[in-house]
Nanobody, 123 residues
Framework: QLQLVESGGGLVQPGGSLRLSCAAS????????IGWFRQAPGKEREEILC????????LYADSVKGRFSISRDNAKNTVYLQMNSLKPEDTAVYFC????????????????WGQGTQVTVSS
């Protein structure tokens, strides 16, 4: 059974850091494209970053440029989202999703999703 599980969310103060993990089971991430999305209350789901099957990435959210980064560890079948200099406006549920071919801004293009992990940035 294909499954993605996010972890690493929590409550952090402004300026702090978190590293989210997206662990896959039931399939190998090696050849997949993984996107990280977030959805704040009352807002649409937006894509933040997508990592390609060769380790490159596409940044979709300018608001996280220079603060967030994406990486993958194929040996652990896991993709990470490193979030630094967090701001209250980063508060959202963060999701990872997998796509077979190419990154895409559209959530509808991704086939499998994790359940999400809550990130709250507050003092």
């Amino acid at each position: 059974q294909l499954q993605l599980v996010e972890s690493g969310g929590g409550l952090v103060q402004p300026g702090g850091s978190l590293r989210l993990s997206c662990a896959a089971s039931g399939f190998a991430l090696d050849y997949s494209y993984i996107g990280w999305f977030r959805q704040a209350p009352g807002k649409e789901r937006e894509e933040i970053l997508c990592i390609t099957n060769t380790g490159g990435y596409t940044l979709y959210a300018d608001s996280v440029k220079g603060r967030f980064s994406i990486s993958r560890d194929n040996a652990k079948n896991t993709v990470y989202l490193q979030m630094n200099s967090l701001k209250p406006e980063d508060t959202a549920v963060y999701f990872c999703a997998v796509k077979a071919n190419g990154c895409s801004r559209s959530p509808d293009a991704y086939g499998y999703w994790g359940q999400g992990t809550q990130v709250t940035v507050s003092s």
